[in-house]
């Protein structure tokens, strides 16, 4: 008997607090995919991650977030990282 697992992605994915844009594509037995839509010059250049587990996806989500919360910090301080 396979989990229902659409529930608990939903919810970590809902933390997901960042500018980039990411959306669920799929989600087949337990393998998650996200697309995240990136544009490079003007381009549509979606990037695709694929995820096995809960715990790959929370890993994932952390790391998005600090490196969001480390680009605010750098906006909002007076030290800009090119000086």
Do not use: W
């Not at 396979?2 to 992605?9: C, F, G, M, R």
């Not at 003007?42 to 809960?54: A, D, N």
């Not at 790959?56 to 990282?81: R, W």
Request: proline share 5%; glycine share 2%.
């Amino acid at each position: 008997m396979a989990l229902n697992l659409e529930p608990i992605y939903q919810d970590i994915f809902a933390k997901l607090k960042t500018r980039k844009k990411f959306v669920i594509r799929s989600i087949e037995s337990n393998l998650l995919t996200v697309e995240q839509d990136e544009e490079i010059c003007g381009q549509k250049e979606p990037k695709v991650f694929e995820f096995k587990s809960p715990k790959e996806l929370e890993e994932f989500v952390h790391k998005e977030n600090t490196f969001e919360a480390d680009i605010v910090k750098q906006l909002e301080g007076s030290k800009m990282p090119y000086r």
